[in-house]
């Protein structure tokens, strides 16, 4: 996003690569995401890994033709054998391999999706992915849609404390009771607010939500107001420098009414993503200010700016206050 913005376009964090409903046992994926062609595979162990694709060899793409063997992979071009740590173990027609290896990514798999740590100096995780739903069974499946917006991760999470465009983009008013409460927590942002949504009744259906985002590239909106406990989670994850996916995913505890259950998790789907395609041409076409008026009615926008810091290696934001 060179021009646009004055940090870099992948920040440090756990960023979303796939549902993990979409990645089988044996299954090999060439993806390319922060900047890099990877390989996403799962191996016969289960588990889900991701390498750089380029074999170390002659550099072929081991995404593309590449074979799970055990908890590893065979690079399609001449048969070299990488373990599931990405450690060389087998050469064709040789009898002790060289020393070599592919380079392997840290990888978590919680919340329905597959997660890598990306670090610019290459640190180890320094938090956890946040895990929600504990009981699956209780919950709907997922309702996903992903979305390619030419936007920073920073401008994304940055939306979240900013209320004063709530009722100019969105179908939102000032609720009755205002609730607007920020907490900067190490590697999380929690928002504890009050919404009044006009797209669901033209006076305001009134919700409390709690919003935490868990580092850079993650995001969990919570909505409960007995009986019903809803979830929306979203990955954001930088592709280049100029383009972030977007996954919007919704789920929900069952009712003991199943068609209302079925009605409810319809109508929130529909909204949340109508809400967020509001956004995407502001997003788009806007600039970065590094100094911005800001005015009572905004958010916390100079002390998330500072949170978000963290994120950055060698302190590459220049954060105005």
């Not at 913005?5 to 920040?11: I, K, V």
């Not at 890598?116 to 997922?142: C, K, L, M, N, Q």
């Not at 977007?246 to 109508?274: G, P, Q």
Request: overall charge negative.
């Amino acid at each position: 996003m060179a021009g646009r913005y004055p940090f870099p376009a992948s920040p440090n964090g756990w960023f979303g690569v796939s549902a993990s409903d979409d990645l089988a046992a044996g299954d090999v994926r060439a993806i390319h995401y922060l900047g890099r062609d990877l390989v996403l595979f799962r191996g016969e162990d289960g588990s889900a890994r991701v390498f750089d694709a380029h074999c170390p060899h002659l550099g072929a793409n081991l995404g593309v033709g590449g074979r799970v063997c055990g908890d590893g992979i065979a690079c399609p071009f001449h048969g070299w054998r990488f373990d599931g740590t990405g450690s060389l173990v087998e050469v064709p027609g040789l009898d002790r391999p060289p020393r070599a290896g592919a380079t392997a990514w840290d990888v978590c798999e919680r919340n329905g999706r597959i997660f890598v740590w990306h670090h610019a100096d290459t640190a180890p995780p320094s938090f956890d992915v946040i895990d929600y739903r504990p009981d699956e069974s209780e919950w709907t499946g997922w309702r996903s849609n992903t979305y390619e917006v030419r936007v920073h991760v920073q401008d994304l999470t940055e939306n979240i404390i900013d209320r004063s465009h709530f009722s100019t983009v969105h179908d939102m008013m000032p609720p009755e009771g205002q609730q607007f409460e920020v907490r900067f927590s190490g590697a999380s942002m929690i928002v504890d607010q009050r919404l009044s949504v006009t797209a669901v009744s033209e006076v305001g259906f009134e919700v409390d939500t709690t919003t935490t985002t868990c580092g850079p590239g993650i995001v969990a909106v919570e909505v409960s107001q007995d009986p019903i406990d809803m979830l929306t989670y979203i990955t954001q994850t930088p592709i280049n420098d100029e383009l972030t996916e977007v996954t919007l995913c919704f789920s929900m505890k069952r009712l003991e009414d199943e068609a209302a259950t079925e009605s409810i998790s319809e109508l929130n789907d529909r909204v949340t993503n109508l809400q967020f395609t509001q956004d995407v041409p502001i997003w788009e076409n806007k600039v970065y200010r590094e100094r911005p008026i800001v005015t009572k009615i905004d958010g916390p926008v100079a002390q998330y700016r500072r949170w978000f810091r963290q994120f950055y290696s060698n302190g590459a934001e220049r954060v105005g206050t």
